[in-house]
C-alpha cells in the first residue's frame, strides 16, 4: 500500500445546500467515480491496493452533506444505487445541475504503489540526502558518477506482468543514463533535465517492466559513468 495513500476521498459533488450529496468516503473504491464504483475490501485476493482494514467486499463508509456519516454497501452505489441515485439528482445548493460523480483523492490512492528511494538499499556510493527541497517521504538518493546502486526490494507486482514504473527524480541541467535491472533484466534508462531551480525542481520519467507476481520483485537502479538524477521515489501502476 503506498505510504502516500490517504484514507478519504472527497466528492465533487458534495454540497452542503443539497444535503443527500456525498461530501465523502473511505478510499476503498474501485473507480474513481461513484457512478460506476463498488466497495473494494480488504478479504479480496489478491488484496487491492486501496483496501483497508477492516472493510471487507462491499463495505464502506461515507459522510453526506446532512452530516450523516454511515456505513455503506454496493447496494448505495451506481447510477441507480440507493444514495449515489440521491447524489445525483439533488437540487439547490450552488451546484447547477445535477451532482458530479467524480471523486478527488482516488488518483493517488489508487493510481500505484509508491517506494520511497531513501527507505531502499543502497551500496557502491548511493546515499541518502536531504539538502535539495520538494522531495517526498524523508529525503532522496545521491548516486556517484558510476557503480552506484539504489536497490527496491519486496516491490509488489500484484498478479504480475507489465507495469508502468515512473520515477520521480530531479537533475539541474542535460540528460544523464543508467542500468536499470528488473529481477535481473538489462535495462537502460533516461532522465532528462527538470529545469530550475536547479535541484529543487521535480519531474517523472516512466518505464514499462515486467513484474513478477507478489512481493518478491527487485528493482535496481545502477549509475553507469553519467552519475543518475537525485531520485525521490518510485511508482509502480499495474496492469
Ligand atoms: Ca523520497
Known amino acids: 500500500m503506498g505510504g502516500e495513500a490517504t484514507s478519504y476521498l472527497l466528492g465533487v459533488g458534495g454540497d452542503t445546500g443539497r444535503p443527500s450529496t456525498v461530501l465523502a468516503t ?3 473504491l474501485s473507480a474513481c467515480d461513484l457512478a ?3 466497495w473494494s475490501g480488504a478479504d479480496e485476493n489478491p488484496i487491492p491496493d486501496n483496501a483497508m482494514s477492516g472493510l471487507n467486499k462491499s463495505q464502506g463508509q461515507l459522510v453526506r452533506a446532512d452530516g450523516s456519516a454511515m456505513q455503506s454497501t ?5 447510477l441507480s444505487g440507493k444514495t449515489v441515485k440521491g447524489h445525483i439528482n439533488s437540487a439547490g445548493g450552488v451546484t447547477m445541475g445535477k451532482a458530479v460523480t467524480h471523486l478527488i483523492g482516488c488518483d493517488s490512492a489508487g493510481g500505484g504503489n509508491t517506494y520511497q528511494a531513501e527507505e531502499a538499499s543502497m551500496s557502491g556510493g548511493c546515499r541518502p540526502m536531504t539538502v ?3 522531495y517526498n517521504g524523508t529525503g532522496f538518493t545521491d548516486f556517484p558518477t558510476r557503480n ?3 536497490e527496491f526490494t519486496g516491490v509488489d507486482g500484484g498478479e504480475g506482468g507489465s507495469c ?5 527524480y530531479s ?3 542535460g540528460s544523464r543514463t543508467a542500468d536499470l535491472s528488473v529481477n535481473g533484466s538489462n535495462e537502460t534508462i533516461t532522465c532528462t533535465s527538470t529545469g530550475s531551480p536547479a535541484w529543487k525542481k521535480w519531474g517523472t520519467m516512466s518505464k514499462t517492466i515486467t513484474l513478477k507476481p507478489g512481493k518478491s520483485n527487485s528493482i535496481k537502479i545502477t549509475s553507469s559513468g553519467q552519475d543518475w538524477g537525485n531520485t525521490d521515489e518510485i511508482t509502480i501502476v499495474l496492469p
Open 36 to 38: 460506476s464504483a463498488h
Open 26 to 28: 473511505t478510499r476503498n
Open 132 to 134: 535539495h527541497a520538494g
Open 148 to 150: 552506484g546502486v539504489l
Open 171 to 173: 537533475l539541474a541541467r
Open 74 to 78: 454496493d447496494a448505495d452505489l451506481g
Open 164 to 168: 508502468t514504473m515512473t520515477v520521480r
